[in-house]
């Protein structure tokens, strides 16, 4: 076992022991690239036989690098530099897979993304991941495919695809997640002129939808949408030269909570000019706002969750998704809570949590469930309470400066 010190905080195999901290304000806070836009671009830009720059700030997380490597199985030709790659596709149809096996890591966008793609294709591929992804359910998006002729072993990965599935009108469930439209969208856009999907259920995380939809269109897809369904014309795809990706907005939680446990300013100067998520970073922000409703954005229940507890309290509705993502975040959320000496009560969608809580000093060291975002918010309430976190470096799966961030406030 080895021991390393840095700035004051200990690192002993897979667990970091803190002490609290006192910040002094204003804190310069950066954020990595969106993952959500850059695997999404990745995904278009791989189908494009032309060559396609995708410029970004700061550091790919892991789910990125992700989707890269599936990406380069499909004979796709990524050349990085310091904040650009430069991304050369393929005709994805005729593409011969070099590796039969993709391994998708943390990320479920990325497994829905390949899923759906090689179900276009005549060919066995085995979809896999880390023990995380092991652990999670892609039925939505599997039965879908199955029910359109692709073969699947599985519903939780290592599963096996064969396709191809022949459509021309093809349905899917919603209601649990957003991303199987998304990677039906990405997928299918080039495999015939005219598509028609449907979706059921009431659908969630429809911010990540409109993404997909606004980039499909960015490419010179014709997009018409309907009550429940889309249909989508291929006449004249033209995928940018150039793409410019915003940060991940979505860790601003994180930066809301930290700025509010030690009473500091976090700034964030390299934002740019994005509007995703827009609206519900402001409903976080909002110091009046008790009522939280993460229909569209349930990526925020720890943090907001941990915000909440430290104001006055409040109700986080609209998030039965988020038992479906990394962990089961409702669970594990009221658990973190739990563990720093907050209260809360698990509701069917959602939370119910007492205000003017206090965290204290964990007792024994905090499990993060190789959740990213569960991992951040336990390192966010360790920097005031102190504490040990149990592999707080899985937070590199969205910002892989996280960490080196933390550590460097020690010194403040």
């Known amino acids: 076992m080895i021991d390393t010190e840095i700035n004051g905080a200990l690192w002993r195999d897979s667990m970091l022991s803190m002490k609290p ?7 310069e806070w950066n954020l990595p690239p969106s993952k959500s836009h850059m695997i999404r671009w990745l995904a278009i830009t ?4 032309r060559e396609t720059i995708i410029r970004f700030n700061g550091e790919p997380g892991d789910d ?10 499909f004979g796709v030709k990524v050349s990085q530099s310091d904040n650009e790659w430069k991304i050369r596709g393929v005709a994805l149809l005729k593409s011969d897979i070099r590796n039969n096996i993709l391994d998708c890591g943390n990320s479920g966008t990325t497994a829905n993304f390949v899923t759906a793609m090689v179900s276009l294709l005549d060919k066995e591929v085995t979809i896999d991941g880390d023990d995380s992804l ?9 039965n879908t495919l199955a029910a359109n002729g692709a073969s699947i072993t599985s519903n939780k990965p290592p599963f096996t695809i064969k396709g191809p599935i022949r459509f021309h009108r093809i349905s899917v469930n919603t209601e649990i997640s957003s991303q199987p439209l998304s990677a039906l969208v990405m997928a299918l856009h080039k495999s015939q002129r005219e598509i028609i999907i449907e979706y ?3 659908s969630v995380s429809r911010n990540y939808s409109k993404l997909t939809f606004e980039i499909i269109e960015k490419c010179g897809i014709y997009l018409e949408k309907g009550d429940n369904t889309i249909i989508l014309r291929n006449n004249n795809l033209k995928i940018p030269e150039i793409i410019e990706i915003p940060q991940e907005i979505s860790l601003i939680p994180i930066a ?3 700025s509010e446990l030690h009473d500091v300013e976090f700034t964030i100067d390299n934002l740019g000019k994005s509007g995703f998520l827009s609206d519900s970073i402001e409903m976080i922000r909002n110091k009046e706002e008790n009522i939280l ?8 229940i720890t943090p907001a969750a941990a915000i909440l507890a430290i104001r006055q309290g409040g109700k986080i509705v609209g998030a039965k998704h988020a038992k479906g993502k990394e962990s089961n975040r409702i669970e594990k959320t009221a658990e973190l809570l739990k563990v720093f000496g907050m209260n809360c009560e698990i509701t069917q969608d959602g939370l119910i949590i007492k205000g003017k809580q206090k965290p204290k000093k964990p007792e024994n060291p905090v499990e993060t469930h190789l959740d990213h975002r569960i991992a951040m918010t336990a390192v966010a309430l360790a920097t005031f309470t102190g504490g040990e976190i149990l592999n707080p470096e899985i937070s590199k799966i969205t910002d ?5 961030k933390i550590l460097d406030l020690v010194g403040d």
């Open 21 to 27: 901290m006192k910040l002094k304000g204003p804190v």
């Open 46 to 49: 791989s189908q494009n036989e």
């Open 64 to 73: 990125i690098k992700s989707m890269k490597k599936c990406m380069e199985s």
């Open 134 to 142: 092991r652990n999670r359910d892609f039925s939505e998006i599997n």
């Open 200 to 202: 059921t259920g009431k």
């Open 256 to 258: 809301i909570l930290m």
């Open 293 to 300: 409703d993460l229909r569209d954005c349930s990526d925020f």
């Open 400 to 404: 892989p400066m996280f960490m080196r």
